[in-house]
């Protein structure tokens, strides 16, 4: 979950851009 | 030059310097200050200084690394070749500042601007060389916003010190000169072995001068540019150029501070729906309102769905 | 969009046995609003569930490789058949005639509202707001106004024994829901549960019948 709102739906580059850490 | 130190993470800012001559330790020193990569809307800022013993400045000369803004790439790594074999009474460090560092900066909430993140950098070089050892008695530095003001600052922060703040400094004096060197070969370096954080395939690095009016680095930004995430950390993401390019091709998006302090359309549309105080007093009209629903939600952000 | 994020009891998501048997979202009179709402049967008609949603401003999803605009966070939850059936029972109750229960659970604006007489829950729970008589094989129904207050009555003791166990904060001082104390807060009367309570389950009546519950 965002704590942002993007006006898109589709494809994104998350595994590219987007680095998940606990 | 050794960079793996930027490369290992290349979001952060990081200090790299050869090791102190000990000259420098027991001499009284000379130091110039200079940047490489204040305009361009890609890669690192680099803040460098050279510093050598007064006695010496004529054997700096004698390397000419003067003039170094008229020299190539090539040219450039030459005489960085020359500085660093000349290790017995040249030394130099570097404070890069990434891309990222430098767009947060800038856009955070207390907004920390180009020109105080430059008098931070130099000065931060500066007392790492007298932490060093290095016995100071000279700085000669470029100018950064009005120069007197400038100059007041570092003589202030460094007491017993001869500061010397002038325009074009570099082709004034030579340690300016050699700092310059140090600086451009570093930016040149970590510009050119860019290792991109996201993963992006095949990168093309032949962005032009790296200048926002520059048509190649122009397209460069264009075809760089994810809807949904913008920008690799390359970019000066707080560059109007990038910011424009962002605007018009990128999608919007939307963060619960978006008007905090920026004043504009939405804050004065607040103020519109805004009610009058003498709306709160007096006998309210049965308005047959909607049932209100039940805090237990409210207070939790739940409502009924009419819809997907 | 074509996808939600949801979460939901295992109840619903369990695989159908047949195609025409799964979950479907349905669209019915809301019992409060009276304006649409969405809710879920689960497959095979088995079991109700109401659709609630998280929402604040600002928010999007990540759905693996892809972005989703609505940042919603949907919750699925059993519901009480019972409760979207009353509203056809206290109109048709006006009438004071007893009537066969196909006859009483009609709306034009929301024809799904007879699928939830296939719900087991529904015909079985039906003697709790109405009374009943069985004439040549066939039942009929008329709305009873004291059984149903008996009825929401237990609703509202059984929630007034869920917001203590779940340690919901119902007295007047505002307190995060994230907060929480280490001794119990004395200051919550048996009065402020009831109340709250009573609050809940009028989410699921119309005023008026909310009304005599707080009377009642």
Redesign the interface.
Known sequence: ???????????????????PAV | MDLSAFEADNSRSCRLASGIPEACRTEACCLGIDEAGRGPVLGPMVYGICFCPVSMKQRLQDLKVADSKTLSEEERERLFRKLDKAKDFVGWALQVLSPNTISTSMLQRVKYNLNALSHDAAIGLVQYALDCGVQLKEVYVDTVGPADKYQDKLSQRFPGVEVTVRPKADSLFPIVSAASICAKVARDHAVKDWQF????GETEMQYGSGYPNDPKTKAWLSQHL????GYPQLVRFSWSTARTLLQSKA??????DDDDGEGGEKASAAKQNCSSVLSYYGRKKNEGAKRLPHRYFTERALETVGDL | ?EQW?VIAPDSVVEAPKKAETEPVFIRLRNPKTDEASLYLLSNNTQQLYEVKAFKE??????I????????R?LFITPMDPLFLVLPYFLKAGKEGKFQPVDQVVVDEDFPCCSRLLKCPKTLQALCHITEEKEIGGQKFNRYSKEKTLEWLKKKVDRTVKALKSSNTCVGGAVKSSTFIRTKHNSEEKEEDYIRYAHGLISEYIAEDLSLDLHKY
Request: aromatic residues 14%; glycine residues 8%; hydrophobic residues 40%.
């Open positions: 979950l965002l704590p942002c709102e993007v006006e898109h739906n589709g494809p994104a580059r998350v595994g590219q851009y987007f680095s | 954080v996201e993963e992006l994810d809807p949904v995430f999608v919007p998006v939307h963060w619960d | 969009a994020v401003e600002y928010h999007s999803w990540f693996g490789q892809t972005v989703q605009h609505d940042g966070l």
